[in-house]
């Protein structure tokens, strides 16, 4: 990923948009190698360092490096001392941490960080002062005041409103969520509807939203919300249901990428190669049916279940159904 885009990178907040790509693309040059065991649908690095870099490039991490520098250059007197080494451990320790996990995706991780900068840059001795000659720029002064007191005064009314907004829309999501595991799919689709202009680029959000147009029989309207979902965020979820929206409106090519891609992403699921062989036997590809469904029944099981010996159990009544067409069509019996 920092490879293909060097200087810029990714963008801001766009590794979990084109990770699951990469890791698809490593498996398919790769074959299933023993990271297939472990791989599942990625969000963070659980680096962060290797993130930042990924999604901002060189550039963001000389930027890094010019802030590091200047910390470096903050001295404090005697009587700060103590403080001072307190900051420091806890910056050290999130530096730490950030090595194999994502503390700067948690927000009261950020807004800890925020108030550590803070509190190190008030003690800092190496300060300067801004100053106004009140006298001879009274006027110019006050109304500066002014401005300055009308901005936040109406960033806080503003603020105040949007964070509101957000929080009513969340508390519909997790209301669309509940109507939609309780199989009211027409009814979280309402849900969804209502909070779509204010969480129309939030990936889960998008996620949940086309996974109900696709059970709720919207095919089309699924196929447009999935499609902008893989813009923030792309995981298996997101490819099989929009697999599923494509070949509920015979397209079946699109939908047969969007289940490969999802196998790709994971080789040791099942689900998606099930999909597969469904597929190939609704839209008549007796071949690659078969095919698949001989892949599945040889397949190696990383985490028996039920639902696998079900695949399983299907697969065969699909070869053996096969067969039976092909013992017809030898006796001469049209289809």
């Not at 941490?97 to 927000?107: D, K």
């Not at 009513?168 to 309780?182: D, E, G, P, R, T």
């Not at 839209?283 to 469904?293: F, R, S, T, Y």
Request: with cysteine; proline share 2%; aromatic share 14%.
């Amino acid at each position: 990923m920092v490879k293909d885009n060097p200087v810029f990178g990714l963008g801001f907040d766009r590794f979990k948009s084109d990770y699951m790509d990469y890791q698809a693309n490593y498996f398919v040059q790769n074959g299933e190698t023993k990271e297939a065991e472990v791989a599942d649908n990625t969000y963070y690095a659980f680096n962060e360092y290797l993130q930042f870099i990924a999604e901002e490039g060189v550039l963001g991490l000389l930027l890094l490096i010019i802030l590091v520098f200047f910390l470096m250059q903050i001295s404090v007197s005697p009587e700060h001392r103590f403080m001072f080494l307190i900051i420091l451990g806890c910056l050290i320790s999130k530096g730490l941490f950030a090595f194999f996990s994502y503390p700067m995706q948690i927000l009261p991780i950020k807004l800890i960080l925020v108030v550590l900068l803070g509190l190190l840059v008030t003690l800092d001795n190496n300060t300067y002062e801004w100053k106004i000659n009140t006298r001879s720029k009274r006027y110019a002064f006050s109304g500066f005041k002014v401005f300055v007191i009308g901005v936040f005064v109406f960033g806080g009314i503003k603020g105040f409103g949007l964070t509101k907004n957000l929080e009513q829309s969340f508390k519909i999501w997790k209301k669309a969520l509940m109507v939609y595991n309780y199989g009211d799919y027409i009814g979280a689709i309402d849900e969804y509807e209502k909070i779509y202009p204010v969480l129309n680029k939030e990936g889960d959000f998008l996620m949940n939203y086309g996974k109900a147009l696709v059970m709720g029989k919207k095919h089309q309207e699924a196929i447009e919300v999935l499609e902008q979902a893989k813009q923030y965020l792309n995981t298996t979820i997101i490819e099989t249901a929009l697999g599923d929206a494509y070949m509920k409106n015979k397209q079946y090519s699109k939908a047969e990428a969007a289940y490969q891609h999802a196998a790709n992403m994971i080789p040791v699921r099942f689900y998606p190669l099930y999909l597969l062989a469904k597929l190939y036997e609704e839209n008549g590809e007796k071949d690659k049916g078969l095919v698949m469904a001989k892949a599945i029944l040889l397949k190696d099981v990383k985490v028996p279940s039920t639902a696998i010996k079900e695949i399983r159990a299907e697969m065969k009544t699909i070869i053996s159904n096969y067969k039976d067409l092909e013992e017809d069509s030898n006796n001469g019996t049209e289809y």
